[in-house]
DNA sequence: GGCCTATTTGTAAGTTTAGCCAAATCTGCA
DNA sequence: TGCAGATTTGGCTAAACTTACAAATAGGCC
């Protein structure tokens, strides 16, 4: 694995990372149905101090998952990659499959 | 956040947490490429100890986005989920579009 | 300017993960 | 059975991540 092979896994790594955690996710599926919210109203529903969905969102943004848009007082995310669902439907999907193929398993 | 919608991100976390690491985005960038490898030949792949590659492959297993079979004296890895690849391309055109558009917002 | 609200950043403690070595399993073969 | 190669597991230390609190920053309003 030379350097630019592995800057560009350390790169994808990185987006991985941002959306390996529960709060995140929840983040993103929250910002793919409403489109928009601020960091007041995410507080409210991952129900945690804002400062950790302050950090959360920060890494989902440095990640270039997610971007933000200052509006006055208040600080609006919004995703900024379409595909992260149709991922989480397939990933889904074949986790489902899986389950469903065990107890053929069996006979 | 209910109990349920806890354990469904929780879930998926445990995918992305699976495949936010350099070394195991290259194992599953191999096995999409040529369809199956032993532990072996990825060892020699990733350069690292075979222990670790063991350890790696593992946490994809159990994130269900791999599957092994033993055959002899070696197992062999496959790549359990198809849409990985379509999610990287998906994301790395997002990120290259999002860097070709910087130079435009500062006009 | 001064105050209030929204958000970000710094810090610190606790938890998790990565990496390597050694030991244990498992398979094929003599 | 006993040996050799392939793979997995356990243990250990260093590094990274999570989380909440406190402090700092930024915008709106008086």
């Known amino acids: 694995m030379n350097d630019m092979t592995q800057a560009k896994y350390k790169k994808r790594a990185k987006i991985f990372k941002a959306m390996a955690h529960?709060?995140?996710?929840?983040?993103?599926?929250?910002?793919?149905?409403?489109?928009?919210?601020c960091v007041?109203?995410?507080t409210d529903m991952v129900r945690t101090d804002t400062s950790t969905v302050s950090c959360d969102l920060a890494q989902l943004r440095?990640?270039?998952?997610?971007?933000?848009e200052r509006r006055g007082s208040m600080v609006y995310y919004r995703?900024?990659?379409?595909?992260?669902?149709?991922?989480?439907?397939?990933?889904?999907?074949?986790?489902?499959?899986?389950?469903?193929?065990?107890?053929?398993?069996?006979?």
């Open 79 to 107: 995703l900024g990659v379409s595909c992260i669902l149709d991922f989480f439907e397939c990933v889904e999907a074949a986790m489902i499959s899986k389950t469903e193929c065990k107890p053929r398993l069996l006979n």
């Open 40 to 42: 007041c109203e995410l």
């Open 62 to 68: 440095d990640a270039g998952l997610v971007i933000d």
């Open 22 to 37: 529960p709060s995140r996710l929840l983040i993103i599926d929250e910002l793919s149905i409403s489109g928009e919210r």
